[in-house]
């Protein structure tokens, strides 16, 4: 008891360790460097960590209503975890959105076995649950669970496919010669001046590649709708509504905190760790005083900015 303030104190520094990828070999060698003798273990680590578990809770499940959130991003990535006596590989989802004004903010994660409609219907609707309102473009790439479930639960809101994530599909169905060419000729598309212009010119890319890559055609025409659902919103936006690529440094982010653990005892872990890291790249935008978005282009995106719209569709 005398030494509990010294003791809590090097909880902090092993917590914080934790979280920014230190690895636990490291931390046994702070720890001892300290003064431990003894040094810490694996489960040592775990267990004070798990003191974090109260608070990143309470972030995951805040209420969301107190704005709207025109622009929602919705992406995933992949950590390994131990399920069943098994290594097994994990998706993390998480949602990102532009305020009204035009900041952004971390919506939320959760971590499951794969990337279903189940999966993705059950995480969309706890973010209406806590109050997610007034989302006009959903902007994800083409995983067939998740825009399944964007179509149950975000009715109402249109939906972007991630250019990048179409370019990367179209470079499998190509030779690997003809990449850069194919990657310049659809990039022309997304740089016109108006929506009429953008269709156009998907039209026009799309016959150009009927010839020779007959696929790509296909692909174009198929997705046109969900291709240019940005051109749609104001000009200002549309660099950065195209894509998830907002998303990809949060991704990276978590990605290289988590290299350090390599393989998570569980998925509570994966959790913990990852909304750890997420809480700071959300703090770091709050505090951000430099909207992501200017408050003046976001104005016409509700013409009576007074009112919410109901926080769920049910």
Partial sequence: ERRRRVDQALYAVIIEAYVHGVSTRSVDDLVKALG??????????SRICGDLDESLAAFRNRPLDHTRFPY???????????????IASRAVVIATGVTEDGGREVLGIMVGDSENETFWTTFLRDLRKRGLNGVRLVISDQHLGLVAAIGKVMIGAAHQRCRVHFVRNVFSVIPKQHAEMAAATIRTIFAQPDAVSVRAQLDTVADAFGKQFPKVKE?????????????DFPHQHWKKIQSTNPLERLNREVKRRADVVQVFPNDAAVERLATAVLIEMHDEWIAFPR???????????????????PATDE
Avoid: C, W
């Fill in 36 to 45: 431990s003798d003894t040094g810490i273990s694996k489960s040592e680590v």
């Fill in 72 to 86: 929602v991003y919705l992406d995933a990535t992949y950590l390994k975890a131990r399920v069943d006596h098994q």
């Fill in 219 to 231: 692909m174009l025409l198929d997705a046109k709708d969900e291709l240019t659902a940005f051109a």
């Fill in 291 to 309: 909207r992501y978005l200017s408050n003046e282009s976001m104005d016409s995106l509700y013409p009576d900015k007074n009112t919410l719209l």
